[in-house]
């Protein structure tokens, strides 16, 4: 023999009380407060913000993009249309390009920051020690970087 299932009462939901009361101007400060404080906490999270290196690199790397930029937009039109850009290499038929190549050090710098920006945020908790080594990396890198676009632009 099956048994029957009950079926349950649909209940009421008891309604409050609207008597047109607005919340307390404590309540809003308290809610404010609220979000303060865990805006803070999602910055004391994110140690990388305290690091003085990081710091050091994203501003000076900044800086030396904007006078690598800067320099480039005095200087591009002394140069010849073919210029020896890449002077490393064994070929001297390879050493020459276009000037245009020279816009390749800014955006080398630019992709640089952008980079050790996001390795920084997501693994600066984990490791600590790659995020700084990456973050010299770049540092270094900009300043070659800049070092041979004024080489560069010193010999025309």
Not at 5 to 24: I, N, R, S, V, Y
Not at 57 to 82: A, E, H, K
Not at 92 to 113: C, E, M, Q, Y
């Amino acid at each position: 023999m099956k048994r029957a299932k009950k079926q349950k009462a649909p209940q009421q939901e008891e309604k409050q009380l609207d008597l047109g009361m607005k919340d307390p101007f404590k309540n809003k400060v308290l809610k404010i407060k609220g979000k303060t404080d865990v805006m803070l906490l999602q910055i004391e999270v994110k140690k990388f913000l305290k690091d003085a290196f990081f710091w050091f690199v994203i501003v000076s790397n900044t800086g030396m993009l904007i006078q690598q930029g800067l320099w480039l937009y005095d200087n591009i039109q002394r140069f010849p249309s073919l210029a020896p850009v890449l002077n490393y290499n064994l070929m001297p038929d390879d050493r020459v390009t276009d000037k245009n190549f020279l816009f390749a050090f800014p955006l080398i710098t630019l992709i640089g920051i952008i980079i050790s920006i996001i390795v920084t945020t997501k693994y600066y908790n984990k490791e600590k020690m790659l995020t700084k080594f990456i973050l010299l990396c770049t540092f270094l890198a900009s300043i070659s970087g800049s070092i041979v676009l004024i080489h560069l632009t010193q010999n025309y």
